[in-house]
């Protein structure tokens, strides 16, 4: 080979090198597009409140056996306003209203940002719930068809207490169709008021029996409440883990 003479370059090799993969541009990430601060700030918020709904499982344990009214006003949990509702039958607590509109206020607080994950990705963050697995997607596109055969109405179908994850999924397509956050939050507010005054008259008109109950379970209820933390603890490490192995995973590809 005369000197000056290089090896051409194996083109093939060039070829199949790719470029690395921005961080944003992943499956499991929402957006289609390199993400605004509006984007993050939402996918954050979103975040916020599966921390939050961990964070509260085990105090929501031990309330239900100490201070059902209590419960209420800080959740708008469904079965503690019947559980009120059975309390006010007895004449253990008369005072239902303040609970009642609390935990409205409280229930609803966070759904907007449903809305606006809707709004700015559309079925983004349904897709990203879905996953890869596909018992989930079956799932998923069963609550949205849920959503889609009742339009407005949906709203007030959302809080039906049924295994399908209807309520997130009809809050991301009311932000995905158009909907106005001002008709959103007064929907929201009407239908979950609805469904508490229905929860409210339900634990009315069983009245002792379930009184009896919540009796008996405020006698465990700090034993739940303490299973509840060791589930929290349990889902943070786990969660820690599946992190690392694909942080690992992405290091080594």
């Known amino acids: 080979m005369p000197d ?28 289609k597009h390199k993400p605004t601060s509006s984007d993050i700030a939402c996918l954050a918020w979103i975040g916020v ?21 209590v419960l209420v006003a800080l959740t708008g949990s469904r079965s503690a306003t019947a559980a009120m509702g059975s309390l006010v039958r ?3 607590f008369v005072m239902w209203w303040w609970p009642v509109l609390a935990g409205l206020i409280m229930s609803i607080k966070l759904d907007w940002v449903y809305w606006w994950a809707g709004k700015l990705w559309g079925h983004g963050m349904i897709e990203v719930w879905a996953g890869q697995s596909e018992r989930a997607k079956r799932t ?15 709203m007030f179908i959302a809080y039906v207490p049924i295994p399908l994850p209807v309520m997130a ?10 909907m106005s956050i001002r008709k959103f939050v007064a929907l929201d507010a009407a239908s979950c008021l609805v469904w508490l005054a229905a929860y409210l008259l339900l634990g009315y008109a069983i009245g002792g029996p379930a009184v009896e109950v919540l009796k008996y379970y405020a006698k465990i209820a700090n034993y739940v409440a303490i299973g509840l933390v060791a589930v929290v603890v349990i889902s943070y490490i786990n969660a820690r883990r599946k992190a690392r192995a694909k942080a690992a995973a992405e290091v080594a590809a």
């Open 140 to 154: 998923y596109a069963r609550a949205e068809r849920w959503a889609v055969k009742w339009g407005a109405f949906g």
């Open 49 to 69: 409140i599966g921390i939050l709904g961990l964070v509260m499982l085990p105090l929501r344990g031990w309330l239900m056996g100490h201070s059902v009214p």
């Open 169 to 178: 999924v009809v809050f991301v397509l009311a932000g995905a169709s158009g």
């Open 90 to 92: 007895v004449g253990d």
């Open 4 to 31: 000056g003479d290089e090896p051409a370059p194996d083109a093939e090799g060039v070829d199949d090198q790719t470029p690395e993969r921005e961080w944003w541009d992943d499956p499991g990430m929402p957006w």
